[in-house]
Nanobody, 117 residues
């Protein structure tokens, strides 16, 4: 069973920055892909950014140029640097892992990010 533990959420003013971290444990090989999703109240969960172990990276259009995803493959850890935060970025952010390229089947507990205007 893979465990994903997120940290780094909090309250920040618009224009500020936060850095989220997610560490995976309970797995003995490099995870194929890791991602950050978010879910705002009353909205569906959406993909924010993803990164494969081979370096392929994707971003949602709404965060391009403001957020940066990075990985430490050796530690199965993924980060999300969030700059120029906007109130619409307010959501619970979830870390997800796709172990073998078959889909995101492991999820963290979520961390709240609140951006005040």
């Amino acid at each position: 069973q893979v465990q994903l533990v997120e940290s780094g959420g909090g309250l920040v003013q618009a224009g500020g920055s936060l850095r989220l971290s997610c560490a995976a444990s309970g797995i003995g090989f490099t995870i194929n892909a890791m991602a950050w999703y978010r879910q705002a109240p009353g909205k569906q969960r959406e993909l924010v950014a993803s990164a494969t172990s081979g370096g392929r990276i994707n971003y949602a259009d709404s965060v391009k140029g403001r957020f940066t995803i990075s990985r430490d493959n050796a530690r199965n850890t993924v980060y999300l640097q969030m700059n120029s935060l906007k109130p619409e970025d307010t959501a619970v952010y979830y870390c997800a892992a796709d172990r073998l390229g078959l889909g995101y089947t492991d999820w963290g507990q979520g961390t709240q990010v609140t951006v005040s205007s």
